[in-house]
């Protein structure tokens, strides 16, 4: 099993009619630089040390029974990792990454279900500091 598509030698996608009868449509196949320079613009991503600081705080709050479920959303505007307590709920907090804010305020924020905003910043691992606990002296 590969991952190309069956192709006829004349490099057109074969026609099947088995997916004619159930319903669906072949997949079209674009080229990836006729994608980067399409006029829609590429949604915004969190880069991969971006989302291992959030992963590392995931996986902490997740061993303490806090989190349970989370969503990833790439958006045209800003990319946004949700958490949630229960996956049918609305997420408890939000970590935003908003390019155009960059310059101003800090691209990264975290909201709560509020829609408060906790913190925000031009560094992601000082942002996500608001999840740190506050250790209390226990007598």
């Known amino acids: 099993m590969t991952d190309q598509p069956d192709l006829p030698h004349d490099g057109a996608p074969a026609s099947s ?3 004619s009868r159930s319903g669906t449509r072949a997949a079209t196949v674009i080229e990836l630089k006729d ?7 590429l949604p915004v991503t969190f880069h991969r040390r971006e989302l ?9 709050m997740v061993g303490e029974g806090e989190w349970r479920d989370y969503a990833l959303d ?5 990319a946004v990792f949700s958490v949630f307590k229960r996956s049918g709920e609305l997420p408890l ?7 155009k804010l960059a310059a101003k305020q800090g691209a990264f924020s975290v909201v ?9 910043g ?14 209390k002296l226990v007598e």
């Open 35 to 41: 994608y980067r320079q399409s006029p829609d613009p």
């Open 112 to 120: 709560n279900t509020q829609g408060t905003i906790l913190k925000r």
């Open 93 to 99: 907090y939000r970590i935003e990454k908003n390019p």
């Open 74 to 78: 790439h958006l045209k505007d800003k």
């Open 52 to 60: 291992d600081a959030i992963l590392w705080v995931y996986g902490r």
């Open 17 to 19: 009619d088995n997916s």
């Open 122 to 135: 031009h560094d992601l691992k000082q942002v996500l500091k608001v999840f740190d606990k506050v250790l």
